[in-house]
């Protein structure tokens, strides 16, 4: 198994922040470091295990994923080279194929959240509503059903530690302002339905998954964060797919579902995670990966 990383510690750059995967430093007033580590969180908690490999993967598939969607949306991706900003040898090593440098973009507060299948919280919302975000839904519908059309169901950005909150479009034009909060719907759906389509002809079903959009200094939406992995979406595998039940997936859902068997409140700290847990994790990554760009 490759070498793990829990937390970057590079001491020649300002760290502006410490997320729930990402480690962000400051390079200048045009460009940021993120280093996306090998921490993995379930239901907005990290956890104390890493999951060996795991941030290399999230960051060749958020590449793989920008570069094949430039032609919708420009992106945050860079030229600057990682020895252009780390010169020191030992920092480059331990963050080489974790790290990103990219344009500093004013970062919108609402999550763009786009489900194609019902599962997750948005099958208990439909479970208790009808709806989904007060979208309204076919009645009858089962878990994990296709739905008619993809659907655009926001949330807010919740700090570390707390949780994310479903809004509704209206909520969303309200935070965002009407013109681009109709611009990251049209173009958070359009994005989907490429990825799934293309995903589907190899072997995966992105049920739902969620971007994230910046300003830059002309105002233009810009692409930020992790595109399509698995930490941002839910990928199940064609194959087994069956409607009704829980899919068996290649996200950290399996993670999630292994949490759910303990006796845990779901709030900080959370629990270390077996070796077994880790490794078929791992595995399920690794495999999404390969299904997605070989």
């Known amino acids: 198994m490759p070498d793990t990383l829990h937390t970057s510690h590079i001491k020649s750059l300002p760290l502006l922040h410490n997320g729930k995967v990402r480690d962000i430093y400051d390079i200048d007033e045009s460009h940021m470091l993120i280093v996306t580590t090998d921490r993995i969180s379930a239901f907005d908690v990290i956890m104390p295990t890493p999951v060996p490999g795991k941030g290399i993967i999230l960051n060749q598939v958020t590449r793989f994923w920008m570069d094949r969607m430039a032609h919708i949306i420009p992106n ?32 919108l507060p609402v999550e763009a959240i786009v489900r194609g299948y019902i599962i997750g919280s948005g099958w208990k919302d439909y479970q208790a509503t009808g709806a989904i975000c007060g979208i309204a839904l076919p009645a009858n519908l089962q878990l994990a059903d296709r739905l008619p059309e993809a659907i655009f169901t926001p949330s807010t950005k919740a700090a570390v530690g707390a949780h994310d909150e479903n809004i509704d479009y209206t909520q969303s034009k309200a935070l965002l302002g009407e013109d681009i909060a109709r611009q990251v719907r049209d173009v958070s759906l359009q994005l989907y339905r490429e990825a799934a389509d293309y ?5 995966i079903i992105i049920a739902d998954t969620k971007f994230e959009f910046g300003l830059d200094r002309d105002g233009r939406l810009t692409l930020i964060d992790e595109v399509l992995t698995p ?48 490794t078929k994790t791992a595995e399920k990554y690794e495999y999404a990966k390969k299904l997605l760009m070989e």
């Open 76 to 107: 945050q991706q860079c030229d600057l080279r990682l020895e252009d900003v780390l010169p020191d040898a030992a920092e480059r090593r331990e963050v080489e194929n974790h790290a990103m440098i990219v344009k500093k973009l004013k970062a």
């Open 199 to 203: 995903a589907l002809e190899r072997g």
């Open 231 to 278: 930490d941002s979406s839910r990928f199940w595998p064609k194959e087994e797919y069956q409607p009704g039940s829980s899919p068996v997936s290649f996200d950290k859902q399996f993670v999630r579902d292994y949490l759910e068997t303990l006796d845990w409140n779901k709030t900080a700290p959370g629990p270390e995670l077996p070796d077994s847990i880790v």
